[in-house]
């Protein structure tokens, strides 16, 4: 089975490590005593909610790290009954969230009064009786429009989907934000809902149907967006806050010349790949739908269809069990004329090894199996394939590496540890990632974890003195050069009912310590634009080799 | 509960309308050339041209896709229109070429056929000819809209709602989808692009992964006006260009029961992963969103939220052993009012049928095997709703003419699936089975299969005159055997073809004792159907074919009365 992402976590709550141990022998949920009871209602009309689900998911005691029993989340349901009143029974002891969702409400956990809202978790014991766990929900939000061609004419049969913007790697990108997408009727229209409460883009795209050969003038659309654009800097924003839904926005497609990519896709022994598939991935839209084609028996394979724009073209083969896939990837830029002779040679991945360095001490009461890293490449969108391993039992690691510029990026290790370093050949490469060139391997690595790690605690106060739960805490590196990619030099952390908040495993340096209500989502902390508004009303922070600070914050308002 | 969609959407897009078992329109092919190596690209100097527009005001139809297909041109040629409705498909090879205009939300039409939705005609385009004014008429289709309420009356959201029809296939009739959309967040749907016709709905509640696993009650497909039985549904006859609105339905929760059992593979030993998914069984109702569970590593399922009805259970493990072998299993399974449990599946490799093919060299010439195909399509129309239709395109025989193919346990045939090659012989043990066809049993290899093609195919060729006197090409020729026993699923004995622009028809039929019929109408996939032919058989003309004879027919065009 694949290993993509977290597949295991470590336990470290006692009393769910007993519960996992039970059930993970029966493999059926384990029998509890603990309840949770409450209502869901409908937050407009105040009336009872009918057949809302209730989810209860248990998180393990390691705060937002899941611990999964054999692979499957560990979860229970119950439905309202008609005055909305729920029951969950039979549950073991442990941490949970909560949440409610029906069809088209947005679904709330605990402690969310808005979706993205850090949820509170629950602590339940064995036998304990938790009442009057409400929810109230509010209708999603709602965009229609509809969709012409250039002549004016309804387009049916067009995909539409609500975006939103989020900083991603040290851009701004549009990615699918919440709703379904949906598809045009016959006059064009369409009706986005479910949508939860922010700013959105709407995206237009056209399904070119398959071509064959020679088909001359294929109409082609790019992915348009409202009202009528490519340019996602020129794209109309709906603000779905305090208005829920928005009507008559409108998209007319932009007609594009649609071209062909056409070329070869062999293995390293200069043999036709058979029997597999050349995708070919927008870059700007990695979202949309791929395209690609079949690799015919000699090796050649035709994409049609392709819209203007970037693309990543990527052959792929299935591995043989046990073994390791061979891929080729290229960039190429269509711009209306088709591309022909590309030449792919898939190679199989390379592979890279060394240690993971832990003082003595910590490392006589750490099992290396629950160490589980990845040596991935730095942009997200490459990341094709399995390049994961975990520790042996001496602390030694092996994974698969796909060329070009890859990161060590740790998925799971005790919350005492924290990553000190990373080094290739010697030289730190923590931030900065290092090559690895195709068919070479990357041998001694060594990646020091330390066992002290810095922690930085406290409590955020609101301008009366009370505490306060409803804003972001966002602590980030003095140095602008240390902001860049996934930086290990920004975090943010929401603090608790009790306006406690904690923060570990930043590396030593001088860093701003700020509580905002204008950050809502953790991924804005990666905007410059936005940690430099936050920087005029931020305290200092200098963080020495593992050590602990405690730092009360007052919530800054402002836009 | 995502990968069951996902499975069962799969299913609805392969059974479409037109099942892979349909026979093709019999297509003249050209005797004096050999038999076409397909995969080149073929071009020539021929164009065809015409216009699209609008049938109700002549308005010219922007961006309709007209697409022209024959055997001299594998996929066929596709051309858009322009702003004026006009299009132009150029470089084409000579030969006999359908043609056919499509734009969503109208009605597809196909050149000559006499009302939508039927057969159209072939025309001929000779070498570098310019063939003009093919134009079509365009009919908007028409669309069915409403809300879907639950049994409260609150606007039901992610419901699918389907608009079905009845339609001849693979041996009954059967009630097949034409269209469906998903309710919005009020509750509201649109069914459009929908072709004049009966229709019955369906709302069908898709299964979200936000469903209580301890429900007892589910909501089963309602039909309109709101019964659960598709007998007590009520028809809604769509004419051309329509928009039937306000269709509003209550979706009724019923007693749902669990299902479980274990499935073990082809080895006895429990199957540690996979899906087991109840389908409708196609043509029985809405194919899609039915319930289904991942196994546990003991290989146990738990499936809850089951209607009463008929499914078809499907273990699908996705794993394959080697390439190309895949356990898997489809059974039958009746649901009524109490929870099913010990149910056991045995899952198995599809069987191996190895062999060769025979064909008299001095008809192959150069021909490599590669050029055959051959399929396992399942013998009778039962195991054909359970097992599906065997393998789409058909395998392709190896080059030295052996061939390995693959079939699920049961009743089969061997069919070929190469134009212009027609079957002689299937001999398994010695035995032909031509038409009998053999069983298979599960995890079995049979070997040592000989298949005889050849090229020669007796025909009957003619032309249809009204009653009259006068040569039309709008009719549909039938050609059946005498022997009723013949009269059977998959027979090659019976045959429709439609004739060409010089009014003539071509039937090929194996050697035998035949009546024929030209008909005005007659519904596609009815042809074959034992009722219909019975009923037309008064009137049929009786011939006989021998060996190697090509004969002349002519027919009078018959009447059959059709509202």
Known sequence: ?559 | MSRAVVCLVAVVLLAGPVSAQQRPTQLAPDPSRPTRDTSARATGTAVIKGRVVEASNGQPVRKARVHAGSTALRDGRTAYTDADGRYELKALPAGHYTVTAFKPAYVTAAYGQPRPLELGTSIDVPDAKTVDHIDFGLVRAGVIAGRITDEFGEPLADTQVMAMRYQFVQGTRRLMPSGSRMTNDIGEFRVFGLPPGQYYLAATLRNTRETDPNDRETYASTYYPGTGSVSAAQPLTIAAGQTMAGLNMMVLPVRSVRVSGTVTDSSGAPLKSGFVQVDVPMGAGPMSSYRGAALKPDGTFSITGIAQGDYVLRVNTGIRMTEGEVEGAAVPLTVANSDIADVHIVTAKPSSITGRVLVDPAESGSLKGSAFRLMTPAATADEAAVNGGGNGNGTPVQDDFTFELKARAGRIFIRSNTVGWFLRAVRVNGVNVLDTGFEIRANESLTGVEVELTHRQPDVTGTVSTAEGVPTRNAFVVVFPQDREHWSYLSRYVRMARPNPDNQYRVQVPPGEYLAIAVDFVEQGEWAEPDFLARVRERAVPFSMAEGEHKTLALTLVTLSHN
């Not at chain 1, 229970?76 to 442990?94: C, K, M, N, S, V």
């Not at chain 1, 293995?267 to 598939?277: E, I, L, R």
């Not at chain 1, 990695?286 to 050649?300: L, V, W, Y």
């Not at chain 1, 929401?494 to 953790?522: E, I, N």
Request: charged share 20%; glycine share 10%; proline share 6%.
């Open chain 1, 1 to 559: 089975m694949s290993r993509h992402g977290l597949t295991a976590a470590l336990l470290t709550s006692l009393t769910i490590a007993i519960a996992v141990a039970a059930s993970a022998q029966t493999a059926t949920p384990p029998a509890g005593t603990a309840v949770i009871r409450g209502r869901v209602l409908d937050g407009d009309s105040g009336r009872p909610l009918r057949r809302a689900l209730v989810r209860a998911l248990i998180t393990g005691g390691t705060g937002d790290r899941v611990v999964l029993f054999e692979g499957r989340r560990e979860n229970r349901t119950a439905t309202t009954d008609e005055q909305g009143r729920y029951e969950l029974t039979d549950l073991p002891a442990g941490r949970y969230t909560v949440t409610a969702s029906k069809g088209t409400y947005v679904g709330l956990s605990i402690g969310q009064t808005r979706p993205g809202d850090s949820p509170k978790p629950l602590d339940i014991a064995d036998r304990q009786v938790v009442d009057k766990v409400d929810f109230s929900l509010l209708r999603g939000g709602v965009i229609t429009g509809h969709v012409v061609d250039e002549y004016g004419d309804p387009v049916p049969n067009v995909q539409v989907a609500a975006m939103r913007s989020q900083f991603r790697r040290g851009q701004r990108q549009l990615v699918g934000g919440g709703g379904s997408t949906v598809v045009t009727d016959d006059l064009g229209e369409y009706r986005l809902f479910g949508l939860s409460p922010a700013d959105y883009y709407v995206a237009a795209t056209y399904r070119v149907p398959p071509a064959s050969e020679a088909d001359d003038d294929v109409p082609g659309y790019a992915v348009t967006y409202a009202p009528g654009t490519v340019n996602t800097t020129a794209a109309q924003r709906i603000a779905l806050g305090s208005t829920r839904s928005m009507d008559e926005v409108n998209i007319a497609l932009v007609p594009v010349k649609i071209s062909q990519v056409s070329g070869t896709a062999v293995n390293s022994q200069g043999q036709p790949m058979s029997s597999a598939f050349v995708s070919a991935m927008d870059r700007n839209n990695p979202f949309g739908s791929a395209s690609g084609a079949q690799i015919k028996p000699d090796g050649t394979f035709v994409i049609r269809n392709v819209a203007p724009g970037e693309y990543l073209l990527r052959a792929q083969n299935q591995p043989r069990q046990g073994g390791r896939s061979e891929m080729a990837t290229t960039t190429i830029s269509v711009a209306g004329q088709d591309v022909e002779g590309v030449q792919l040679v898939v190679i199989p991945p390379s592979t890279a090894s060394g240690v993971v360095l832990v003082d003595p001490a910590a490392a006589a009461a750490t099992k290396a199996s629950s160490i589980f890293l990845m040596v991935s490449p730095i942009d997200p969108q490459m990341n094709f394939m399995d390049t994961s391993g975990r520790l042996k039992d001496d602390f030694t690691f092996e994974a698969a590496v796909q060329p070009g510029a890859n990161m060590v990026r740790l998925l799971s290790m005790p919350p005492s540890l924290a990553l000190k370093a990373v080094r290739v050949g010697g030289v730190d490469v923590t931030d900065t990632g290092f090559d690895v060139k195709p068919n070479e391997d990357v041998r001694g690595i060594e990646i020091e974890l330390t066992s002290h790690p810095t922690v930085v605690s406290g409590q955020v106060t609101d301008a009366h003195g009370a505490s306060s739960k409803d804003c972001m805490v966002v602590i980030f590196a003095r140095d602008e050069a240390k902001w860049e990619g996934t930086s290990r030099y920004i975090q943010t952390a929401r603090p608790d009912q009790d306006g406690r908040f904690k923060v570990s495993g930043l590396p030593p340096g001088d860093y701003h310590v700020v509580a905002t209500s204008t950050v809502q989502q953790p991924d804005q902390a990666g905007d410059p634009d936005v940690l430099k508004q936050l920087r005029d009303r931020a305290a200092a922070l200098s963080l020495g080799e593992g050590e602990t600070k405690v730092v009360d914050l007052k919530v800054s308002t402002g836009s």
